[in-house]
């Protein structure tokens, strides 16, 4: 593998507004609304970073299940976890969702200690 090809699957910036452009094309592709996208505290371990957002969508069960999918074949490596599922009290919804998004971010420094 190359460094360019292993730079896209873990990139040295966290690219968050490039990031927030392709959540929103997917969740509107999804037929999701995204309600929130909250980028957390970049955490250190070992060769790389941690980068978790808290994201926040409503829309139907169907489609959320489309929109994980659809992260899982980005050439990033993204997480989730911490998914909770509620009804919506809204009439164009059924459901809330909120979880994290974890993606991961080349710490140059990998390990170095200060």
């Given at each position: 593998m190359?460094?360019?090809?292993?730079?896209?699957?873990?990139?040295?910036?966290?690219?968050?507004?490039?990031?927030?452009?392709?959540?929103?094309?997917?969740?509107?592709?999804?037929?999701?609304?995204?309600?929130?996208?909250?980028?957390?505290?970049?955490?250190?371990?070992e060769?790389?970073?941690?980068?978790?957002?808290?994201?926040?969508?409503?829309?139907?069960?169907?489609?959320l299940?489309?929109?994980?999918?659809?992260?899982?074949?980005?050439?990033?490596?993204?997480?989730?976890?911490?998914?909770?599922?509620?009804?919506?009290?809204?009439?164009?919804?059924?459901?809330?969702?909120?979880?994290?998004?974890?993606?991961?971010?080349?710490?140059?420094?990998?390990?170095?200690?200060?």
């Amino acid at each position: 593998m190359k460094l360019n090809d292993l730079l896209a699957i873990l990139p040295s910036t966290p690219e968050t507004g490039e990031l927030l452009k392709w959540v929103k094309n997917l969740t509107d592709q999804s037929n999701l609304d995204l309600k929130a996208f909250t980028p957390g505290a970049l955490k250190p371990v070992e060769f790389y970073k941690e980068f978790p957002i808290q994201m926040d969508v409503e829309g139907d069960y169907h489609d959320l299940g489309v929109f994980f999918d659809r992260i899982s074949k980005y050439s990033r490596i993204i997480n989730v976890s911490g998914v909770s599922i509620t009804a919506s009290s809204g009439k164009e919804h059924s459901i809330k969702s909120m979880f994290t998004a974890t993606t991961f971010v080349y710490d140059e420094k990998g390990g170095e200690q200060p």
